[in-house]
């Protein structure tokens, strides 16, 4: 049981470039998140899919997109990065059981755009 | 904007020491409550929920609510150098679905002193 993965761990881009993202979960959750960290700023979500077939936007969507491949998996896509996208990237699966409700996050990606 | 804030730190205690750390929340509404831990370079853990009044315990580690001064705190006893680590409250709300989402703190960095 590997809980949530992600790849790539490490990645750096050029203005302008864009790449993709991938986030899978092994726990058969419903809802997965990914999330941006930045020193000073915590976690904000960029994206979220409650369920298989359905995104919606988060707290700070701008410049990317995401794909709910299937239940397993969560993809950012990046199509033109920024400097400003330089960031910690984390994907997250939510286990939801009456008032339980139960965040885990992936390793993460450090993502660098220069 | 729903907001959870918290003292960024950094908390210096020494070993064998109560760690206390505290948070304060916006949203009066919210019914759950979490502590992360999260060490440098990887991503958050989750070690507490709490979703009543009072206190709930875990080992070392108790989490206290009080709804009515929207405070959530987080004690450590006999706090050991493993500790160190930035702890990150998050609060759930209903912005982000029918399931909602966490609203994350931007952490408090806690140093346990050998």
């Known amino acids: 049981n590997a809980g949530v993965t992600q790849t790539p761990k490490f990645q750096v881009l050029k203005t302008g470039q864009s790449m993709t993202l991938q986030c899978a979960q092994d726990?058969?959750?419903?809802?997965m998140y990914w999330y941006r960290q930045d020193p000073g700023m915590g976690l904000r979500l960029i994206y979220y899919s409650a369920s298989e077939g359905t995104t919606d936007k988060g707290e700070v969507p701008n410049g990317y997109n995401v794909s709910r491949l299937n239940k397993r998996e969560f993809s950012l896509r990046l199509e033109s990065a920024a400097p400003s996208q330089t960031s910690v990237y984390f994907c997250?699966?939510?286990?939801?059981?009456?008032?339980?409700?139960?965040?885990?996050f992936g390793p993460g990606t450090r993502l660098t755009v220069t | 904007q729903k907001e959870v804030e918290q003292n960024s730190g950094p908390l210096s205690v020494p070993e064998g020491a109560i760690a206390s750390l505290n948070c304060t929340y916006s949203?009066?509404?919210?019914?759950?409550f979490f502590w992360y831990r999260q060490y440098s370079g990887k991503s958050p853990e989750l070690i507490m929920s709490?979703?009543?009044?009072g206190d709930k315990e875990d080992g070392r580690f108790t989490a206290q609510l009080n709804k009515a001064s929207q405070y959530v705190s987080l004690l450590i006893r006999d706090s050991q150098p493993s500790d160190s680590a930035t702890y990150l409250c998050a609060v759930k709300s209903w912005y982000g679905g029918s399931q909602g989402n966490l609203i994350f703190g931007k952490g408090t960095k806690l140093s346990v002193k050998p």
């Open positions: 949203d009066r509404v919210s019914q759950s």
């Open positions: 726990m058969n959750h419903n809802s």
């Open positions: 997250a699966s939510i286990f939801l059981s009456g008032s339980v409700y139960e965040q885990y």
């Open positions: 709490i979703y009543s009044n």
